[in-house]
């Protein structure tokens, strides 16, 4: 498995954007909360993914904003590294299947996917990333959390 560093770094700082924004935090809000000097400057070159982040320091941001760093990196590493580079494979008829209360409206969307296409269409489709989001959304979990119930939904 090769890893884009690039693409990971990019995630890493998305995520990092999201944590604080989650917090309702601005740079500077959260600079106030860190143990040590940090030019805005270079929080804002971490959450866009163009200056590497020293383990060090990214465990110094999530203790700031409450958050555990292996939590952090779960979450960065699924989106880095689904089924295929962005997306996750499923199985509409195992969705259909499942009775989790919260996926309800996947089933329905899964029904009605399968419903529409033809006879011969396989049941198996892919979704990239932005679509796992607006189905969380929809589903009212986490992102992060949807992604590992269609993993177990669709064992590999």
Known sequence: ????AESYQRI????LRKLRRKRGWT????NQHLQSEISLQTLATYEL???HCSVVRLVELCVAMDELPQDLLAKVHRRVFVDEPGRVRIDLRLVIKDEQEELLPLRRWA????KRSSD????????DFAA??????LCGIP??????????????
Do not use: F, Q, Y
Request: hydrophobic letters at 35%; a negative charge; aromatic letters at 0%.
């Open 132 to 137: 796992l989001e607006r189905m969380a959304e």
């Open 12 to 15: 890493l700082g998305d995520e």
């Open 111 to 114: 029904d009605d996917r399968l």
């Open 1 to 4: 498995m090769l890893i884009d």
């Open 120 to 127: 011969n269409g396989s049941a198996e489709v892919h979704l």
């Open 49 to 51: 993914g163009t200056r």
């Open 143 to 156: 992102t992060v959390d949807l992604i590992g119930r269609l993993r177990r939904l669709n064992p590999s």
């Open 27 to 30: 740079r500077k809000e959260l």
